[in-house]
């Protein structure tokens, strides 16, 4: 009896010191998948970002308001004609490697995403950028061939992120070894497992990170997730699953920050394959979709049904659009004059990004039935369902797509012929290539506008993708962690001024 | 004459009768676990092999304004996310568990003692080589094995039923080696290599039908291993793939919504014990009246 009260005692010393010991200098936060690459030019999916964004730094960065804001760059300005930018860096900033950062590695970094070999995600676009001069270390000067308003939005993502020419110079590798000069720099990457960061001494930015370390772990169920923050084991927790968040908002143990969100769930539709070269193959399937009905089931209603653009200024009226309302008798017909009367693909879906995505997929296919069109799903690991993506390598796709603040970043990579993400949409005309140069040429939004309002017409008419919703974003904190500010565009950058009280 | 005749009438009936009484399937009856289980796994066949028949609903059929419905009348085990009902859909899970069980279980049963038969009765270098492949197939963990090869085959009714049957195979196979080991010393099986009997015959005619005992055991209690493994690939999402519904699956989809709609969990997770209670039971009871020695306690 004696020994069992003194082991009871034990255990309770163990179990109430451990966490003594940790808290205050390691933020732990928590998401349901890996990121898929540590090269930060070359990373599409959002989890990838999410991580990014704590190694890399970037000229500029957007703010909650989805205002650009000075970061490496401490200020810039446009000449006369709108051809030349030029930025200022900050003085004295240096990579995790401790090397300064100049405006050489500014230089070197953007010839790399243009540079074809590289394969960057976001080269297409920067293609409009000429020439980048470096005449001093601290000035970097962009060169345009034709006017790109919008390419400041773009700078700001971490696909534009800044790397030291010094590492790549010695023969580094971006895949191995991430030399960023971010707030935190990586310790120690365990895939599928954790994440693990130290903060980084010389960040440019004074008094950040004011936590020490960051560990990211890697708990595939979101429902785990929130059970690690109810008892404090996780700080911050990137949450997806709207039925989880839900749970989570009626807790008062935890806090709960909600964003309205760029990214847009949809249905994408290969034209490349036999089964949709038809438009009215796809006009039917688009007919035949109740996307409010897809929100309701995979989403439990937690989002609204959006237009191809999802920056609410730039959106389209949905019920100008298209089939934006279910019609049974017109996708039937429309099949009808396509002469097919056995229409069957398959939806590719991925297992964990969005955890949405095979909900959406089980109901397109039900409510597809009922036009006779039969649909199967296949369900894939994020790394197959992102190469499979990037490759064009499917029928259809129940995807989750990043939408910025700028209709220009959201379509032109898509929907210009010139994009470089034509492979995955596999979809251009004359009208939407000029519609969308003209969009990015002018800088008054109200000109802007209805470039993009017919561009959706045009997109929600072909139907090449069937747009279905945009959800929100969902943070989940312990109550004592303060100063994050949730943002649209899903991104954590704030968790390097976050802190313990 | 009449009278003779009669009179071995009642000797054969009741002849019959004993025979009955001490058949397996006699003795099985007497036996509360025995008969617990087989009803349990009664009901269960009926509702796979009927299932299209007996589902209230459609169990893929979306109907969205019903969705997240608590039990009631109309849905005793209430609806999901999609508003389709959980009770058919634990019925036309029970069909595809079941048949998932039964042929995999088939696939390991046949293969595996047939595998195990030729190395117990062959010897030598041939059951050194088969053997030795069995233990490294046991050498791993059953669900991690059953995983990885689900991983590598990719998913659909036959990787999965290949899976599970790989697994299960070295259990049969041992078990198949160990007893045909045994009677082949026998002197019957002597006698019928003296009358110049076939390795074949002698092994398939004569010493299998009297190695069937231990077998069946493990046939009854693999059917319950089968179900669980089942439902744990589909749990991790590798088994039976949407909008088909398994109990595993069920219960994944359902992990999320635990305290928004617990019902979706508590529907097939019972399922899944109830199922696994009724095949112990009876493999269970089956074991017992195989063994020689508790056959002698007068069961």
Wanted: net charge negative; hydrophobic share 45%; with cysteine.
């Amino acid at each position: 009896m004696k020994r069992m009260i003194v082991c009871i005692l034990l255990l309770v010393i163990l179990v109430a010191a451990a966490p003594v010991a940790a808290a205050g200098d390691t933020l732990v936060v928590a998401m349901a998948a890996d990121m898929t690459g540590l090269d930060p030019h070359l990373q599409t999916a959002f989890t990838s970002h999410k991580v990014l964004e704590m190694m890399h730094g970037k000229l500029v960065e957007v703010d909650e308001e989805m205002n650009v804001q000075p970061s490496m760059a401490e200020s810039w300005e446009w000449s006369e004609d709108g051809m030349e930018l030029t930025f200022h860096l900050r003085e004295g900033m240096t990579f995790h490697n401790g090397t300064p950062v100049t405006a050489a590695d500014v230089k070197f970094s953007f010839e790399r995403i243009l540079d074809e070999a590289t394969a960057a995600a976001a080269r297409s676009k920067f293609t409009s950028i000429a020439s980048i001069e470096a005449p001093d270390d601290l000035t970097a000067v962009f060169k345009f061939a034709e006017k790109n308003v919008a390419i400041l939005v773009d700078m700001s993502s971490n696909n534009a992120a800044i790397l030291s020419k010094d590492f790549f110079d010695n023969g580094g590798d971006p895949n191995v070894e991430s030399v960023g000069a971010g707030p935190y720099k990586l310790v120690n990457w365990e895939p599928d497992n954790k994440i693990e960061f130290t903060a980084h001494e010389g960040y440019f930015i004074e008094g950040m990170p004011k936590i020490k370390n960051l560990e990211y772990r890697i708990i595939p169920a979101e429902d785990s997730i929130l059970a690690g923050v109810r008892t404090g084991e996780i700080d911050f927790a990137i949450i997806n699953e709207p039925a989880t968040a839900m749970i989570a908002s009626a807790d008062p143990s935890v806090v709960v920050a909600t964003a309205p969100s760029l990214s847009y769930h949809v249905l994408q539709l290969n034209p490349g394959r036999d089964v949709f070269k038809d438009v009215r193959v796809r006009q039917a399937i688009a007919c035949a979709i109740d996307r409010q009905e897809v929100l309701d089931v995979a989403a439990l209603g937690e989002g609204q049904v959006t237009p191809p653009v999802v920056q609410p200024y730039y959106g389209a009226d949905i019920d100008s659009l298209f089939c934006y309302q279910k019609d049974i008798e017109k996708a039937k017909a429309l099949l009808a004059e396509a002469g097919n009367p056995e229409v069957s693909f398959t939806i590719m879906a991925a297992a964990d990004e969005p955890p949405t995505a095979v909900a959406e997929a089980q109901n397109i296919q039900d409510q597809l039935a009922e036009i006779g069109v039969k649909v199967d799903i296949e369900i894939l690991e994020l790394g197959v369902y992102v190469e499979r993506w990037l490759a064009g390598d499917f029928d259809s796709c129940a995807a989750w797509n990043g939408g910025g603040s700028d209709p220009n970043g959201t379509f032109w990579r898509y929907w210009h012929s010139t994009g470089n993400l034509q492979k995955v949409s596999i979809f251009n005309t004359p009208e939407l290539d000029e519609l969308l140069v003209q969009g990015r040429s002018l800088t008054d939004p109200a000109e802007r506008r209805p470039y993009y309002i017919e561009a959706q017409e045009i997109l929600a008419e072909n139907a090449p993708w069937v747009w279905l919703y945009v959800g929100y974003e969902y943070r989940v904190m312990v109550p004592s962690l303060k100063g994050f500010i949730p943002t649209p565009d899903g991104s954590v950058w704030s968790l390097r001024q976050v802190y313990f009280e | 004459m009449t009278e003779i005749t009669a009179i071995s009438q009642i000797d054969r009936n009741a002849q019959r009768k004993r025979n009955f009484q001490y058949s397996l399937f006699g003795r099985l009856l007497r036996n509360p676990g025995g008969i617990i289980g087989g009803l349990i796994i009664l009901v269960f066949a009926i509702i796979g092999l009927f299932s299209d028949q007996l589902m209230p609903y459609s169990p893929i059929k979306n109907y969205p304004k019903e969705r997240l419905q608590a039990p009631s009348v109309e849905h005793p085990a209430g609806t999901d996310e999609m508003g389709r009902d959980v009770l058919s859909r634990l019925m036309k899970g029970a069909s595809n568990s079941m048949a998932i069980a039964f042929t995999s279980v088939a696939f390991a049963g046949i293969f595996g003692t047939i595998l195990g038969a030729i190395a117990g009765y062959a010897g030598g270098w041939f059951d050194n080589l088969i053997m030795r492949l069995m233990d490294m197939i046991f050498s791993f963990p059953t669900m991690l094995l059953a995983l990885a090869i689900a991983t590598a085959l990719g998913t659909g009714f036959l990787n999965t039923v290949i899976a599970i049957s790989i697994v299960y195979l070295p259990i049969f196979s041992r078990t198949a080696r160990g007893t045909v080991l045994q009677l082949r010393e026998f002197e019957y099986v002597d006698a019928a290599r003296c009358i110049g009997a076939e390795d074949a015959r002698i092994l398939f005619r004569h010493i299998l039908p009297n190695a069937l005992a231990p077998l069946i055991v493990q046939v009854s209690l693999g059917f319950s291993w089968a179900i669980l493994t089942e439902s744990s690939l589909s749990y991790l999402g590798l088994g039976t793939q949407p909008p088909n519904p398994s109990w595993g699956s069920m219960l994944s989809q359902a992990r999320v919504m635990m305290e928004l709609a617990p019902w979706l969990v508590i529907g097939p997770g019972v399922t899944i014990m109830v199922a696994v209670l009724g095949f112990n039971l009876l493999g269970d009871a089956v074991r017992d009246l195989m063994d020689p020695r508790l056959r002698s306690k007068g069961l």
